[in-house]
């Protein structure tokens, strides 16, 4: 599958687990081929490393657009249980995203799926 915008130089697709993309690929088959885009880095790793280890190689991005799973849950006791994505959600996670963005010519949009719930 070929990129819809000649615009775009290149994507960098983050993404903790490879299952997610396997899931993504069978359930919806339209997806198979988008990460065979040679405009298209998948990269199978943690985020936060990721962009820090962007920021060390003095790259920077006009648009980052980061899709986190909930940073913690409630257990059965109501207790809060702290998931590794907490990461994603720290003051320096979001400073380094900013730092990555080209100035005065980027775009950062969250994308947060709230499933946290207490149980009691």
């Known amino acids: 599958m070929e990129a819809s915008w000649s615009i775009i130089e290149f994507i960098d697709h983050v993404e903790l687990d490879v299952e997610v993309i396997r899931t993504l690929e069978v359930t919806f088959p339209w997806a198979s081929g988008l990460w065979d885009d040679e405009q298209v880095h ?16 003095g790259n920077s991005y006009h648009v980052i657009i980061p899709d986190a799973s909930d940073p913690f849950y409630f257990d059965e006791d109501g207790e809060i249980v702290v998931l590794p994505s907490h990461v994603l959600y720290t003051k320096e996670h979001f400073a380094g995203m900013h730092k990555l963005l080209v100035k005065n010519r980027e775009v950062l949009v969250f994308s947060w799926k709230h499933t946290i719930f207490p149980l009691t």
Not at 48 to 54: G, L, T
């Open 42 to 57: 998948l990269h199978v790793r943690d985020g936060a490393e990721f962009v820090q280890e962007q920021l060390a190689n």
